[in-house]
C-alpha cells in the first residue's frame, strides 16, 4: 500500500514539474502546436526523466536527460529566433536547478531523512517554484516588450553563469547553499525583468 503511495505522488509531482515547465515556456514563446498537446507531451517526457529516480547511478545521467528533453521542447515546438529560445531554456534549467539545490540543502541529515519531511519539502519548493513562474507570467503580459537578439544573448550569460554554479560540487554548509540558491534566484529575476520592462 505504501508503495503504492510512493508511486502515484511521485508521478504527481513529476507531472506538476513538467506542467510548470509547459506552462513557463508557453508564456514566453510562441507555440507551434496545440497548447494541450504540448502540456501533455512535455508532462510524459518530463515523467520520463523520473524513471529510476531513485538510482544514484542514474541520477545525473536523468539530469542530462532533462536538459536534453527541454531542449527538445524548446527547438521543435515553438517559433522565435534561437536567442529568445535559448534564454528561456536556461531559464527553466535554472529554475529546475535551483529546486533541486534547495531540496537538497533542506535535508541537513541524509540518515534522518523522514519520508514526510522530504514530500513536504518538495512540495512546498514546488509550490515556491509555481509562485515564481505565475509572477514572472503576470508581469510579462503586463509589460511585454521585444529584444534585440544581442540584449537575449547578453541577459543568457546570468542564467547560464547560475546554472554553472548549482553544479559545481562547491562545500557550501546547509545555511550557505540556502542562501546562494536563493541569491541566485533574486539575480535570476531581477534578470528575467529587464527582458519585460
Not at 523520473?50 to 527541454?70: A, C, D, M, P
Not at 541529515?109 to 517554484?129: A, E, H, K
Request: a positive charge; glycine letters at 4%; proline letters at 3%.
Amino acid at each position: 500500500m505504501k508503495e503504492l503511495f510512493i508511486l502515484i505522488l511521485a508521478i504527481f509531482l513529476g507531472a506538476l514539474q513538467g506542467w510548470y515547465v509547459a506552462f513557463y515556456l508557453s508564456s514566453f514563446l510562441e507555440l507551434k502546436i496545440k497548447k494541450v498537446s504540448f502540456y501533455t507531451l512535455c508532462i510524459l517526457l518530463i515523467l520520463f526523466t523520473k524513471i529510476s529516480i531513485n538510482s544514484q547511478n542514474l541520477r545525473l545521467n536523468l539530469t542530462y536527460i532533462f536538459f536534453i528533453v527541454v531542449a527538445g521542447l524548446v527547438i521543435f515546438c515553438f517559433y522565435g529566433p534561437a536567442p529568445k529560445k535559448m534564454y528561456h531554456y536556461l531559464y527553466v534549467i535554472f529554475l529546475f536547478l535551483f529546486q533541486n539545490s534547495l531540496l537538497v540543502a533542506t535535508q541537513s541529515d541524509p540518515s534522518n531523512i523522514v519520508f514526510l519531511q522530504f514530500i513536504l519539502s518538495y512540495i512546498s519548493i514546488t509550490v515556491l517554484s509555481l509562485i515564481i513562474i505565475f509572477f514572472l507570467h503576470y508581469f510579462k503580459s503586463t509589460n511585454e516588450i521585444g529584444l534585440a537578439t544581442k540584449e537575449y544573448i547578453m541577459l543568457s550569460i546570468t542564467p547560464l553563469l547560475s546554472i554553472g554554479t548549482l553544479m559545481y560540487p562547491f562545500h557550501f554548509s546547509q545555511f550557505e547553499s540556502i542562501w546562494v540558491s536563493i541569491g541566485l534566484l533574486i539575480v535570476n529575476i531581477m534578470n528575467i525583468f529587464y527582458t519585460t520592462i
